[in-house]
């Protein structure tokens, strides 16, 4: 019932943030050009600095429900030394980098989805400054990410009939629908396929900070790219 009660609540407040995101702050016109947009930012509230505040929000939401029951909120959420040792983190790092290279070797499917992304992202970039988006994209949102669905909600989902892979699907599908107010649906694929990757992670080493460690990675190098090739 808390799995669910805590699910539910992370659902209606990343509802509200999507329809504030989608609605209020961004606006998106098609060009001239075959297949063209341009995505502008309408509003001048600073919204990497509401996404931070979220974030934040999120964090200490999980860690108090995780401290309840008299039990340590650092074991609840998995918070411990990575399991295997030195084979364990080469596994992952070789997965993760498997997982990179597909991802770049497919990306000429979605290329247009993927440029409009980017210029979304670089609207708030522009719009915010790069200290705070590194902090907010590149660890926040990672760092809240993984506390509620890998940290707290899989292991209570996994005690039931769902178990370890049942619960990490879920978790997965989720983690895709999460950024489904900021990018095409065909670029949700790989965001799940991303979420199977941490869940793996999770499960191999029994450390959430290996699956943290991967998602702030990955996001401080979609930043670093767009840092380096910014949209034209």
Known sequence: MEAAAALA????????????????????????????????????????A????????????????AKRGGIRAADVLALRVPLGGGKAI????????AFLAVEFAAAPLYRLAAENATKLINGFVQQAGWPLAIVTIGIAAPL????????????????????FWGAGILMSTLFAALHAAQYALVLLVPIFFLGLVLTWGLGLTGSLWVPIAIHISNNLLALLLLWMWPPI
């Open 50 to 65: 509401c996404v931070l505040v979220f974030d934040v929000l999120v964090i200490w939401a999980a860690w108090r429900l």
């Open 90 to 97: 080469l596994a992952v790092a070789c997965v993760v980098a």
């Open 9 to 48: 609540a992370l659902a209606a407040m990343t509802l509200w943030f999507g329809a504030f995101l989608a609605g209020y702050t961004t606006e998106t016109t098609r060009n001239t050009g075959p297949g063209t947009y341009a995505i502008t930012i309408s509003s001048k509230m600073p919204v990497l």
């Open 144 to 163: 809240a990410e993984e506390l509620w669905l890998r940290g707290f909600l899989l292991p209570a989902l996994a005690k039931t009939r769902l178990g």
